[in-house]
């Protein structure tokens, strides 16, 4: 009796290992096949393939700086020579600080070398950027001063001024720069220039443009508070073209 029951475990184990083999052999190879084919569909027999997730995309990179697009600028206020062979098209925010940076910093620049001389005009655009408290009044304000013909000077008082923007202190600095304050006050009371510096506000978008300052020059774009060099190299570039 007790060698039958040796014999009947031994054959257990003989049959236990077998499977076991077995089964390690099904699953070597379901590591190269993808599995065991238990995710077949059902009557068709075709193995059901995982879907691939996509390959991450590089980050928007904006607009190729060496791409000519056409920027309008017209009803935008313009210093400089009317024929000048080179445009600057600003797009601005009045509360920005970089754009206080370029005014303060490369502006005269560009001014004493190109407006000056009759080489370069600038026509100023609006992007007041929503979380700017101040920057869609100023950019009103500095419309309806350029109702009155002192678009320029109002634009240089708000930004020697920068700090101190607020609303209440737009009607003052009216009166600073000369303007009719009644007219002045009126103008922004109508809400008169709102559409017009939407307008802008869209073309900016439409352009690329989705930061202050952003500049267009014969249509190409550089965007931020460059140095003087930078805007030499492009200007320079559209004068020897």
Not at 72 to 81: H, I, T
Not at 89 to 100: A, I, K, L, R, T
Not at 145 to 167: C, M, R, V
Not at 176 to 182: K, P
Request: glycine share 8%; aromatic share 12%.
């Amino acid at each position: 009796m007790n060698g039958d029951n040796e014999s009947f475990q031994v054959k257990k184990v003989t049959i236990w290992k077998i499977l076991t083999g077995i089964f390690g052999v099904l699953f070597v190879a379901s590591l190269f096949t993808g599995g065991f084919g238990l995710g077949a569909n059902e009557g068709t027999g075709s193995a059901v393939v995982a879907p691939t997730a996509p390959l991450p995309t590089a980050p928007s990179q904006g607009p190729d700086p060496n791409v000519r697009q056409d920027v309008k600028y017209d009803g935008a206020p313009v210093k400089g020579d009317k024929d000048a062979k080179v445009t600057i098209v600003e797009f601005s925010d009045f509360q920005c600080p970089f754009c206080g940076r370029f005014y303060e910093q490369t502006l005269p620049s560009i001014q004493k070398e190109y407006i000056d001389t009759g080489k370069v005009k600038l026509a100023f655009r609006h992007l007041p950027l929503s979380f700017h408290e101040y920057a869609m009044p100023a950019a009103e304000a500095s419309e309806c001063a350029n109702e009155q013909g002192k678009f320029w000077e109002y634009h240089d008082k708000i930004f020697t001024n920068q700090p101190s923007l607020s609303n209440e202190i737009l009607s003052t600095w009216a009166k600073d720069v000369g303007l009719d304050t009644d007219k002045f006050d009126k103008c922004m009371k109508d809400g008169n220039y709102k559409s017009k510096i939407q307008k802008d506000l869209n073309d900016a978008s439409v352009l690329g443009a989705s930061g202050t300052p952003t500049f267009f020059i014969n249509g190409k774009i550089l965007v931020g508070a460059q140095p003087f060099t930078a805007f030499k190299q492009a200007i320079d570039a559209e004068l020897s073209a």
